[in-house]
């Protein structure tokens, strides 16, 4: 198993006021993603446990392009990939932070 994690500052808060979402299910080829709003408004964290090794530097870009297009300030992002593909990484992290947006 292979845990990475990642450290961002940010100038924009997710929206909503929700504290905790899930999105998708961990199986092969996809992942899930629990945020939470836990962490001051110009930080965001991502950690992701994935058996898949190797792909360090995949995800670092993948996540950073994320995080610099999306408003994630105060959320913790848990990633728990079943080998995922970068497009289904960021599907399920857009999906993440619409989740959280909504209404509780």
């Known amino acids: ?39 001051p408004d110009t930080d965001c964290e991502v950690v992701v446990n994935t058996a898949v090794r190797g792909f360090a530097d995949v995800w670092k870009a993948v ?19 079943g080998g995922a593909r970068p497009d289904t990484v960021s599907l399920r992290l857009a999906q993440a932070v619409a989740s959280i947006a909504e209404d509780a």
């Open 1 to 39: 198993m292979e845990h990475l994690a990642y450290r961002y500052s940010v100038d924009r808060r997710a929206r909503g006021e929700r504290l905790l979402a899930i999105v998708g299910v961990v199986a092969s080829g996809n992942l899930e993603v629990l945020v939470e709003r836990v962490l």
């Open 63 to 81: 996540i950073g392009d994320f995080v610099a297009q999306a408003r994630t300030g105060g959320l913790r992002m848990s990633i728990n990939d």
